[in-house]
């Protein structure tokens, strides 16, 4: 399976405590992008890497969210002090995009990972 | 900031052809694209648009017109299996988006 994989798919928490979410783009797509879903809504943009560089963080992401990117790979995505309005669908997108193309381009979303706050 | 609007619910019968609004107040546009999601699954790609006119995939047609702001999302002989959302999206840079509220899309037989 050569798409975007996240893991895990689901994850149950209480309140407060922290959760680690795992995001392997495609291999060769350099843009990687995190976005949360309630139901009901559409996909709102989180953060999104230029290779291991974050360029962006939305106002969405409070001080509890952190995105790392370490080696232009994969993400994690950490929530600290997880509230119950955590509580929504997590999905990573990658993409490529080539330099001097400002263009939109396909993403390729992964399955995301549900987050449950309790 | 950024807002798009599109319908909550279309119905249509299989078959038939249904096409989907959407508008959008933007800064930055780049282009319209359209995702579809069945529940619990993953937002799809279906097409996009960066210029106006009309691109056409298989069955899947997508229109712009960035002087109206405004896009469409043709669906043509729907089957059962188009039944799902579906997310207009504007691209305010390569790759980052904003996305509609999402149109669920009903095909009964």
């Known amino acids: 399976d050569t798409g975007v994989s996240q893991d895990p798919r689901h994850k149950i928490t209480k309140r407060g405590q922290n959760v680690t979410f795992r995001c392997d783009p495609i291999s060769e797509h350099n843009r990687l992008y995190w976005y949360r879903q309630t139901l009901g809504q559409g996909p709102e943009f989180l953060t999104y890497?230029?290779?291991?560089?974050?360029?962006?963080k939305s106002r969405l992401l409070s001080d509890r969210f952190s995105a790392e990117r370490p080696k232009g790979s994969f993400s994690t995505l950490e929530i600290q002090r997880t509230e119950q309005g955590d509580s929504a669908m997590y999905l990573c997108?990658?993409?490529?995009?080539?330099?001097?193309?400002?263009?939109?381009?396909?993403?390729?979303f992964g399955q995301g990972t549900r987050l449950t706050v309790v | 900031g950024q807002s798009l609007e599109q319908p909550s619910e279309v119905t249509a019968v299989e078959g038939a052809i249904v096409q989907i609004n959407c508008t959008y107040q933007t800064s930055g546009f780049y282009g319209l694209s359209w995702y579809q999601q069945h529940d619990g699954g993953a937002p799809t790609f279906l097409s996009y648009?960066?210029?106006?006119g009309l691109e056409e995939t298989g069955r899947f047609s997508s229109f712009l017109s960035r002087s109206d702001s405004y896009g469409y999302l043709l669906l043509q002989e729907l089957q059962m299996k188009d039944s799902a959302s579906y997310f207009c999206?504007?691209?305010?840079?390569?790759?980052?988006?904003?996305f509609g509220d999402g149109t669920t899309l009903t095909v009964k037989p």
């Open positions: 999206a504007v691209g305010l840079e390569a790759g980052k988006s904003t």
């Open positions: 890497f230029q290779n291991e560089a974050q360029l962006e």
């Open positions: 648009n960066a210029l106006d």
């Open positions: 997108a990658s993409s490529l995009v080539v330099t001097g193309q400002v263009k939109m381009t396909e993403a390729f």
